[in-house]
Nanobody
């Protein structure tokens, strides 16, 4: 069973920065691909970014590329999302996600475990 707990959300002005953290309670964390998704009011949940289990690969949605960075610390079972130059359209609940398979193929769709989400609000 995988448990994910996000933290670090909050209210920030346009152009500001936030770091989201996700703590994973699973012994196989070091061999799980991890991702971040978000859901704005009235919209479907969308992919934000992902990082492979060995940190060798990262992938980002075009809307955040160059502004957001995903990293992980396998020794601490943590994954992070550093968000810079935030825009009002980044306002959403952000979710941490874990691959459903250990040593899984890296991609945007193989996520089966989700955290409870953390709210990010960017004021204009």
């Amino acid at each position: 069973q995988v448990q994910l707990v996000e933290s670090g959300g909050g209210l920030v002005q346009t152009g500001g920065s936030l770091r989201l953290s996700c703590a994973a309670s699973v012994r196989t964390f070091s061999i799980l691909n991890m991702g971040w998704f978000r859901q704005a009011p009235g919209k479907e949940r969308e992919f934000v970014g992902a990082i492979s289990f060995n940190r060798g690969l990262t992938d980002y949605a075009d809307s955040v590329k160059g502004r957001f960075t995903i990293s992980r610390d396998n020794a601490k079972n943590m994954v992070y999302l550093d968000m810079n130059n935030l825009k009002p359209e980044d306002t959403a609940v952000y979710y941490c996600a874990a691959d459903k398979n250990v040593l899984g193929r890296f991609g945007r769709t193989n996520f089966d475990y989700w955290g409870q989400g953390t709210q990010v609000t960017v004021s204009s």
